[in-house]
């Protein structure tokens, strides 16, 4: 029996036809879904719901079942599978193998497709308190969704298709993607990207089924709070792997595939901020809706850049019959957003009151929307414009000067609004609140001063960090007020110091930005062994260097003594994959600074090229990401249940 399972010919039967027919069940069960879920929906059928909601579980079982015949089919190195050939080789280690699951196109779709479907039917269980109508017209819209990509997947571009001879070894993974970012980063960015489906599906419900009160914008605030948290630690992990892998001692270059990513992430942190005004306030309901629509149509928008390959940009896939089926998708997302907010236009109106106070609450989240807006404006122009140019002959480049004079001034004033909006009352401020601003300013000012006294002259940085700091005092204000009035009730509002923990989680991320954007120093220099360079006040010595067998690649090492450490940045070449090279570079960090170390080259008589940054405050980005995804997991998870458990005992109170 052993023996006969390592047959190619019932692997090819077993997980070639098993992947297959799988994702074809999974589309007809996925169509069925949608279209009874929508006859449902429309005719008020308690019935229906629930088995066009079934069929939508039973096409994500199926989507599973050919998840799982591929993730088989890659630990198995069964090549007769030309997803397999092309995207591993025999010495991939196990856990690149399994990550080869996402690392081509096919196989992230697929990817897509599990998560949407999981997520999906997460949000469909937890939807019962919205009623039939509404519950009913979002299985229709996720079943809908997914329906596309599983044709996609079945007809256009199927992981499972068939090689006529099967190779006895494969082509390997990209060497980029031979590190253990490899294991973090596309995973969570893929899960980011399918879960802005979920909130885009239960507003365009809501529209459909008429609800215009907040019990939708809670259950959809639930799932957005879920893509946005997924999409902030996809983007700060994609960020730390160009960091350690890339070499060129940035971690974040404007790139189309970097700005589509973040641009979901600004409509939703809009969304997530205007959604409080609808709750509390009742206000900005069209608003939101349009919001949630905005970013899942961003979503839609950087597939199709990322899969059709017509902008150029390092994460793009090739371009492919993928592509115009994604532009189509686009157009009638659009078209379909665009027709029911018209025709649903008075549902979301506000109430007739009077216009918000400037100077409260309320006015600093219009204000952070409007800035968040205009943000995703810059960035979506520029990443545009090379394409809209290159149609005309005229081959614009956007580079990181336009993104930083267009969108700075904006992100500075963001900045800003994070130190000022949480003092503000909804309602108009008075001298009270407004005394309350005292301790930020304080320390703008005191951190503005510092910063003089050090030397530093640069304006951004001069704006930018004491900002930072105001932002953080804000938090800190908060939270000694609370401990104040009562210690118990900074954890019965989870929610609100959850919020201003990711508050002061996000100002640590803009000071490590700020600092090693506008504070980096870079410096080449050509070193025999025995040599030494000093790089702004770091002295590195060059002690020589050797090469070294790693399996499937050799490795040129170059040894740097910097203090008590041994730096080893090396060039490395894969010549099982053509004498593709890739760079590794040494990083040592501390607090103050990153030392960044990139081989540069290497001469016949041992001398070296060496490109060194210096880049400050960087290790601050990491941690303020990590204080930023706290806050949000401790603001958040367990809410629901915590106030599922208020209610029941509200119930059982007498009259």
Known sequence: MPVALRDPALHLLILGYLGAGALLAALV?????????????????????????????????????????????LLTHDFSLAYVAEHTDISTPVALLAAGFYSGQEGSLLYWTLILGLLGSASLVASGALGGRVAAYAAGILAAIITFFLFVLAVVASPFELLSVTPPDGLGLNPVLRDGGMLIHPPVVLAGFAAFAVPFAFASAALLAGRSDAAWIRHTRRFALVAWGLQSAGLLLGMWWAYHVLGWGGYWGWDPVENVALMPWLATTAYLHSSQVQERRGRLRGWNLGLV????????????????????????????????????????CIAFSAVLLATRAALGGAPATRPAEPVSREGAFVLQNMLLI????????????????????????????????????????????????????????????????????????????ALAVAGVRSAPLLLALPLAAAAAATVFTEYGRALRRSPASVIARRRRFG???????????????????????????????????????????????????????????????FGDQTLEPSRAVYAGLGGQALTHVAITTTPVADVYVVLAGMDEDGRAAFRVFVNPLVTWIWAGGAVLILGVLLGNVGAMDAELARRRAAATLPA
């Open 29 to 73: 069960l996925a169509g069925f879904s949608a279209l009874l879920s929508f006859w449902a929906g429309w005719r008020e059928s308690d019935l229906f719901v629930q088995v066009g909601r079934r069929a939508f579980y039973a096409a994500t079982a199926m989507t599973v079942l050919a998840a799982i015949a591929l993730e088989t089919a």
């Open 293 to 332: 629509m905005l970013a899942f149509l961003l979503v839609v928008f950087g597939t199709f850049i990322v899969r059709s390959g017509v902008v150029p940009s390092v994460h793009t896939f090739a371009i492919s019959a993928i592509g115009p089926w994604f532009l189509g998708f686009l157009g009638a």
């Open 374 to 449: 205009g943000v995703i404006a810059v960035v979506f122009w520029g990443t545009l414009l090379p394409l809209v140019s290159g149609m005309f002959g005229l081959e614009r480049v956007v580079g990181a000067p336009y993104y930083e004079r267009a969108a700075g001034p904006l992100l500075a004033a963001l900045l800003a609004l994070l130190a000022v909006g949480p003092l503000l009352p909804w309602r108009q401020a008075g001298r009270p609140s407004l005394r309350a601003l005292r301790w930020p300013a304080l320390t703008a000012i005191a951190v503005l001063l």
């Open 499 to 561: 919020a201003y923990m990711a508050h002061l989680g996000l100002a640590v991320v803009a000071a490590g930005i700020a600092a090693s954007q506008l504070g980096q120093q870079e410096r080449d220099v050509a070193l025999a062994p025995g040599e030494q360079a000093m790089v702004a006040g770091y002295t590195l010595i060059y002690t020589g260097s050797e090469q070294r067998d790693a399996g499937d690649h050799t490795e040129l090492v170059a040894s740097i003594r």
